[in-house]
């Protein structure tokens, strides 16, 4: 499975950005998608998780209510709509995938994209 993010940027606080993610080769549908994210000296985090059908999605507190995941199974691409970002919120996003059809938690997941940088200036 190969992932290609995009949507990434610099936007000012309380600004909003939308990162997409489109898949190609194996069965995407059928997979959980995630976006994690990493800044320097920080473990990488999960932000957002869906599982495969779309009807059950995991958002970290951190970003509860300001971040939206979504996917589009008939497009292989998956989203993660951001709302009122704050300078915290800078980082490198991974579109991630994994063949488990829940959304797993506590390890990371099979496949990854490339990451994409959101700087949030303040």
């Known amino acids: 499975v190969q992932l290609q993010a995009s949507g990434g940027g610099l936007v000012q606080a309380g600004g909003s950005l939308r990162l997409s993610c489109?898949?190609?080769?194996?069965?995407?549908?059928?997979y959980a998608k995630g976006w994690f994210r990493q800044t320097p000296g920080k473990e990488r985090e999960l932000v957002a998780a869906i599982n495969w059908s779309g009807g059950i999605t995991y958002h970290a507190d951190s970003v509860k209510g300001r971040f939206t995941i979504s996917a589009d199974n008939a497009k292989n691409t998956v989203y993660l709509q951001m709302n009122s970002l704050k300078p915290e919120d800078t980082a490198v996003y991974y579109c991630t995938a994994d063949r488990e059809r829940w959304i797993p938690l506590g390890r990371e997941y099979e496949y990854w994209g490339q990451g994409t940088q959101v700087t949030v200036s303040s």
């Not at 489109?22 to 059928?30: E, I």
């Open 22 to 30: 489109t898949a190609s080769g194996g069965t995407f549908s059928t």
